[in-house]
């Protein structure tokens, strides 16, 4: 799978999310731009243009580069800090990019996280109705 990946600074929880990446034999595509606004934007923007299947953004709440994201029509991020969250957010919002602080996850934590975001193929077909009126939201803008 073609994942977009940001983060507006390294350390090894960032690390770990991309070697986890890597050795699930995911190819990255990474948006390397910054401040953290143009990083959570950029990963939206190849996410809705096709670019990528989804993506992750990293920020130090992940809060800030989950709004740029979702400035993108098409893109729909959200936080997650454990695996459940995570898992909803694709099953009940067919969230299409995760967002995570890369300064409150430790690494083993964040790959649970991103295993559970990645493993969840599809939103929750009874949540349709809901999903399609949250997708319309971006024409109201």
Sequence with gaps: MRIAFAADDSNATTDAVLAHLAAAGHEVVRVDALPWP?????????????????????????????????????????????????????????ANVLAMSLKRLAPDVAVEVLRAFLETPAADPDEAENIARLKRLDTNR
């Design 38 to 94: 143009d990083l959570g934007a950029g990963v939206g923007r190849a996410v809705a243009e096709g670019r990528a299947e989804l993506g992750v953004v990293m920020c130090w709440t992940g809060t800030g580069t989950a709004i740029a994201a979702n400035k993108v029509p098409g893109a729909l991020a959200a936080v997650a800090w454990d695996p459940w969250v995570a898992r909803g957010a694709r099953l009940w919002n067919d």
